[in-house]
């Protein structure tokens, strides 16, 4: 399996971006999808992440209410939509696939993903 995230850039603070993820090879519409984060010296942190078959988005508290994480199945592709942004927000922004989803609810632990993109650069300017 291969993840492609693309949609990274420089915007700055109040802006919008729309990141994608295209995946490539395995079966998409039965993986658990998530973002995730990793600013300069931390950890990579959870953002989002949507089920495969039935249960709610998860969102990590610093994005809930300006982001909203969506797929489609037949273009294989997951988006994570960003508003309101702020220079905390800057980060390389990476996109993985759960493969063992029991398609209900989503997991936020980072070690329950088993593939990953290449992320994608966001940096927010004050």
């Known amino acids: 399996v291969q993840l492609q995230a693309s949609g990274g850039g420089l915007v700055q603070a109040g802006g919008s971006l729309r990141l994608s993820c295209a995946a490539s090879?395995?079966?998409?519409?039965?993986?658990?999808m998530g973002w995730f984060r990793q600013a300069p010296g931390k950890e990579r942190e959870f953002v989002a992440a949507?089920?495969?078959?039935?249960?709610?988005?998860a969102y990590a508290d610093s994005v809930k209410g300006r982001s909203t994480i969506s797929r489609d199945n037949a273009k294989n592709t997951v988006d994570l939509e960003m508003n309101s942004l702020k220079p905390e927000d800057t980060a390389a922004y990476y996109c993985?696939?759960?493969?063992?989803?029991?398609?209900?609810?989503?997991?936020?632990?980072?070690?329950?993903?088993?593939?990953w993109g290449q992320g994608t650069q966001v940096t927010v300017s004050s």
């Open positions: 090879g395995g079966t998409f519409s039965r993986y658990g």
């Open positions: 949507i089920p495969w078959r039935w249960g709610n988005t």
């Open positions: 993985a696939a759960d493969k063992d989803s029991s398609g209900v609810g989503v997991t936020k632990r980072l070690q329950e993903y088993d593939y």
